[in-house]
């Protein structure tokens, strides 16, 4: 049976340390799928549609890793598609009581799948959605943190408002 691994997030927008997160959980799973949804307690820049193209436009060409939108709970995906892995990055430790409650309700919700947590490179651990979407905001350089293609679609929101 392949391991198949859920990288869920609302990914708003994908960046850099998501990319090379990614790409190394692809090395000890065999199918990876980028989840991307919507968080209930956020509002985001980008449409589900708009994060999922920019997410394929980033990872599209590294074998075994899909792109998939959901709505509902993380669980139940995670069922559907007959995933066993949630996987999340924990990048400081203020991540950590958010990601270990959202952890066990997890597996409340669905016995048997079990989350990793992922700690990221030291490179992209600096990164986030928020900070690049600040970033972007008042025009700074978002060369390393995004891929050239999400650095053109943020630049584009935020030229038009
Ligand atoms: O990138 P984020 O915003 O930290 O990701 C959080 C996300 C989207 C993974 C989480 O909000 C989620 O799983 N939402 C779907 C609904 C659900 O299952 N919530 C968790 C139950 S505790």
């Not at 980028?34 to 980008?46: H, Y």
């Not at 709505?71 to 995933?83: E, H, N, Q, R, V």
């Amino acid at each position: 049976m392949p391991t198949i691994a859920i990288y869920a997030g609302s990914f708003d927008p994908i960046t850099r340390g998501h990319e090379e997160l990614a790409r190394r959980s692809r090395t000890f799973v065999d199918e990876l799928v980028v989840a991307v949804t919507t968080n209930s307690s956020k509002r985001p820049l980008f449409s589900i549609e708009e994060r999922t193209a920019l997410i394929e436009a980033t990872l599209g060409d590294a074998p075994g890793i899909s792109v998939r939108a959901f709505d509902g709970l993380l669980a139940d995906f995670a069922k559907s598609i007959g995933a066993s892995l949630i996987i999340r990055g924990l990048r400081a430790a203020g991540d950590f009581e958010y990601e270990f409650q959202m952890a066990l309700m997890n597996r409340h919700l669905g016995p048997g799948i079990e989350t990793v947590f992922m700690v990221p490179s030291v490179e992209t651990t600096y990164i986030s959605s928020s900070i690049v979407r600040e970033v972007a905001r008042y025009g700074g350089d978002l060369t390393g943190l995004v891929h050239p293609v999400v650095a053109t679609a943020i630049r584009a929101k935020f030229d038009k408002a």
